[in-house]
């Protein structure tokens, strides 16, 4: 049985109707979707780009898995625990879907590794260091860190390669490719929503403004500098393989970095907690701790662990952020005031190890779950 889910994604600055609170807070929060989701195990689909789906999950506090599927739009199954999303993906991995669709790989669910009980080896980072984390996201990677040595797996620092590169050249350059000109295309004639006029405004800028705003910027904000100047896209066909090619490459060296590790699977931050409506397209450099996988395309999933106690609150007034410009500030600003809200860690594996992520994910809900649940 599947709920029919809207996530609000880039909400107006009111609730709007679709919109709900977390039974947890008394604010109004972007990331809901509406209820009402106790009906059943399976929560619903949703498609992530940014890794919106990740982020509408985290003021839920359930599970969410997002499979295969670059850069590219992919759903990705939500729902009130780990063994769920199993189920569902035993549904879709199955032969009956190739016979439904040709172009599906008829790539059974793999029980054995899903079932299986050895030792990991688990890559782990605090901190993506392009968007420092809150102190919430950085107590839940080092809990569940805690839990999972305590457990028996190996846990081994890493450090995500070259994240300005990848974040500026090879996502933002992607996605805004064709200077987007998809997107205003879709938006022409239509009502922007507030939090995405920001955006459309700059897209609309001619190139030239483009460069000049960008060449000023570079002494106060040199990487919103160089984000406009990704803006103004690729240029030509040529550029656009070039990038595609660029992806690529990234994608081979953050896996040799993962195999000389010797890792089996990586737990790092998931971006949290909610935010104030209207403030994802103002701090939208952090979504990158959750993008950077569908930059990657690697299996990736969230897990609440904790949640926001006073004593982050407390810390998070001594936030700076790394470049200390606006995108820093908004981010403090839209996660303030979020005591009791849950607040998640993610799993990831590498491409085609959908069940090993799901087995992880497993083991960090069971630990979790063993010493009292979400705290």
Not at 55 to 83: H, N, S, W, Y
Request: aromatic share 8%.
């Amino acid at each position: 049985m599947f709920c029919q889910m809207r996530v609000c994604l880039q909400a107006p600055h009111r609730l709007g109707p679709g919109c709900q609170l977390h039974p947890s807070s008394t604010l109004d929060m972007e990331g809901m979707a509406p209820g009402p989701l106790p009906l059943a195990p399976i929560r619903g689909l949703g498609p992530t780009v940014r890794g919106q789906v990740l982020r509408a999950e985290r003021m839920q506090g359930i599970c969410l898995f997002r499979p295969l599927c670059a850069v590219t739009t992919v759903a990705g199954p939500m729902a009130k625990d780990v063994e769920s999303l199993a189920l569902c993906l035993r549904a879709l991995l199955s032969e009956n879907m190739h016979r439904l669709d040709a172009t599906v790989p008829p790539l059974p669910f793999r029980e054995e590794v899903y079932a299986s009980s050895r030792r990991l080896r688990i890559g782990y980072y605090e901190s993506d260091n392009l968007t420092q984390p809150s102190p919430s996201m950085t107590r839940a990677v080092r809990l569940t860190s805690k839990l999972l040595q305590d457990a028996g797996h190996q846990l081994i620092p890493f450090s995500v390669p070259r994240i300005e590169y990848a974040f500026i050249h090879l996502f933002t350059g992607g996605l805004y490719a064709d200077g987007g000109a998809t997107l205003l295309e879709k938006l022409k004639g239509d009502i922007v929503d507030p939090s995405m006029q920001g955006l459309v405004s700059q897209l609309c800028l001619p190139d030239p403004v483009k460069r000049f705003l960008a060449g000023i910027l570079r002494f106060t904000e040199p990487l919103t500098s160089q984000l406009l100047e990704e803006l103004r896209g690729v240029g030509t066909p040529k550029k656009l393989w070039e990038q595609h090619t660029a992806v690529e490459e990234y994608q081979q060296e953050f896996i040799a970095k993962w195999r000389s590790l010797d890792l089996d699977v990586l737990l790092a931050p998931a971006l949290g907690p909610a935010f104030y409506i209207g403030y994802p397209a103002k701090a939208a450099r952090s979504s990158f701790y959750l993008a950077l996988y569908n930059l990657l395309n690697f299996p990736a999933g969230v897990v609440p662990v904790t949640t926001v106690t006073p004593q982050d609150e407390e810390e998070l007034a001594f936030y700076r952020g790394y470049y200390g410009d606006g995108s820093d500030k908004n981010f403090q600003e839209a996660v303030s005031g979020s005591v009791g809200l849950p607040v998640t860690v993610q799993c990831i594996a590498l491409p085609w190890e959908e069940e090993l992520c799901l087995r992880f994910m497993k083991e960090v809900e069971t630990l979790v779950k063993d010493q009292g649940g979400p705290k």
